[in-house]
């Protein structure tokens, strides 16, 4: 099972987030908050994020609807999932947008996302 992050408590929606958040509430050895700080230390920008989502078991795509809406669809979406699995996003719009699964969700699954810009 992949290394998911483990929530000290939840995390705000900021914009942007930085590394230095982040760090405030996620262990700091964990792989995808490290993959998320590199790519901001890079200078993109991720504007919202959601750590272990629950997936209900059997699924096949969930949707994601933002806090905030964005201004336009030109961001990319970071992904990680607790199972095997293949993903891809459609539906892109500027209120969210739609996570597919290639092999359906497991019983006590979950996904984490960041958007990027």
């Not at 900021?14 to 998320?36: I, S």
């Amino acid at each position: 099972m992949p290394n998911v992050p483990q929530f000290k408590k939840y995390p705000p929606i900021a914009d942007p987030v930085t590394a230095e958040v982040l760090r405030q509430f996620f262990k700091e050895d964990d792989d995808w908050t490290q993959f998320v700080a590199t790519i901001i230390n890079s200078g993109l920008l991720t504007r919202q994020l959601a750590t272990n989502v629950a997936v209900p078991a059997t699924a096949g795509s969930v949707v994601v609807s933002f806090a905030i809406a964005q201004q336009d669809t030109s961001f990319m979406v970071a992904l990680e999932v607790s199972w095997n699995t293949t993903m891809w996003v459609t539906a892109k719009t500027k209120t969210g947008f739609t996570v597919n699964f290639g092999t359906a969700a497991p019983a006590n699954a979950t996904f984490s996302w960041a958007i990027l810009r």
